[in-house]
């Protein structure tokens, strides 16, 4: 592809994936890992927004919204059968380059122990791509002193958008012990442990239809967990993920510490649960993240900040992304006998 004179301002080494992600991650299932449908809870339903790099040019902007849930009953000793259906729209740089893919989930956990579950899933998705070329600025429009829009750019530009499909596919490992007990959420140990592949069938994603020029397959391998502090109102919530796609790689990881505020009221219901997290994460070679997490009843709301602590804190004065996010789990995850599955289990 004909190199555009300016696009984007962020250097390309502060790039570490090509494809979207969260900082919240535990925020947004279904963009990690296919298999997370049904993996956790028996229904549940994400909302997402980011925005990051306002500093630097015009700001980088994400959105993204799930559902999934167990389309067989858990209590079935063999496994259970679950669907998510993913959704997110990307707005990236000066020249508004576009991203909208969707897909669809299918997948099968199978039952390993009362406690744990492994998982499998093929995603299938329908993506396009779109960019302005009025807002951009090309090399040949310099006229040897400054940038000169009268000059023609002689570039093609008649394919401002491109369609495609797209597969994936997903396992994931959950661990749960309280399954089989009645007891409080600041009682528990959780574990989930999953890899996914994006882009199996590598999709053209070139403007000029350049045979050549396609997306990378990318691998994610990621996992959080819950420990309680026996006999205390506090957990540990660690999370990490890896992902890889073409020679751009991103390694995060970091852990949030959750307080108790209050459980359901175990008779007259009259009374909601709700627990406060905050905590942070480090992106390798790139950025410091702080978070927090309220969860009330079914519903959670988080938001995270991304500090820059690459080369591009120079432009940026290190304001990095602002974030927030939205859940809704079934069942309540403070009821007593719900297994406390929590907004990260």
């Known amino acids: 592809m004909k190199k555009i004179f300016l696009l984007f301002l962020a250097v390309p080494a502060m790039v570490t994936a090509q494809d979207i992600h969260f900082s919240q991650f535990y925020m947004s299932p279904l963009v990690m890992n296919p298999a997370m449908a ?36 858990t209590s079935n000793t063999k496994g259970h059968l679950a669907a998510g259906a993913n959704f997110f729209s990307d707005k990236a740089g000066d020249g508004g380059l576009k991203t909208t893919l969707g897909g669809l989930a299918l997948a099968y956990h199978a039952r390993l122990s009362p406690k744990s579950t ?105 996992g959080n967990a819950l420990f309680s502090l026996p006999n205390s109102n506090v957990a540990f919530v660690p999370g990490f993920m890896y992902a890889r796609q073409g020679k751009a790689q991103e390694i995060y990881a970091g852990t949030l510490i959750r307080y108790l505020i209050g459980q359901d009221s175990k008779y007259t219901g009259f009374k909601q649960g709700a627990a406060f997290s905050l905590g942070g994460f480090l992106r390798a070679k790139d950025a410091i993240s702080v978070a927090m997490l309220l969860e009330y009843a079914n519903y959670s709301i988080g938001f995270s900040y991304d500090v820059n602590t690459s080369s591009l804190r120079t432009a940026s004065n290190a304001r990095g992304g602002f974030e927030v996010a939205l859940k809704f789990v079934t069942p309540n995850p403070f009821g007593v006998k719900s297994s406390a599955r929590s907004s990260f289990n």
């Open 118 to 222: 492994l998982g499998g899933s093929v995603l299938g998705g329908f993506g396009q791509r779109s960019v302005t070329y009025s807002a951009l600025q090309w090399g040949s429009q310099y006229d040897g002193t400054a940038f000169n829009p009268g000059i023609l750019p002689g570039e093609n530009t008649s394919t401002p958008a491109l369609s495609y499909f797209d597969l994936g596919a997903g396992a994931v490992w959950h661990f749960d012990n309280s399954g089989s007990r009645s007891v409080t959420n600041n009682h528990d140990e959780k574990v989930t442990l999953g890899v996914a592949v994006f882009h199996l069938n590598r999709p053209n994603h070139s403007f000029y239809g350049a045979a050549d020029e396609r997306l990378y397959m990318k691998t994610v391998v990621h």
């Open 38 to 73: 049904g993996a956790q809870n028996d229904m549940r339903a994400a909302l997402n927004y980011k925005s990051q790099w306002q500093s630097v040019t015009n700001a980088y902007k994400t959105f993204g919204c799930s559902f999934d849930m167990r389309l067989t009953k």
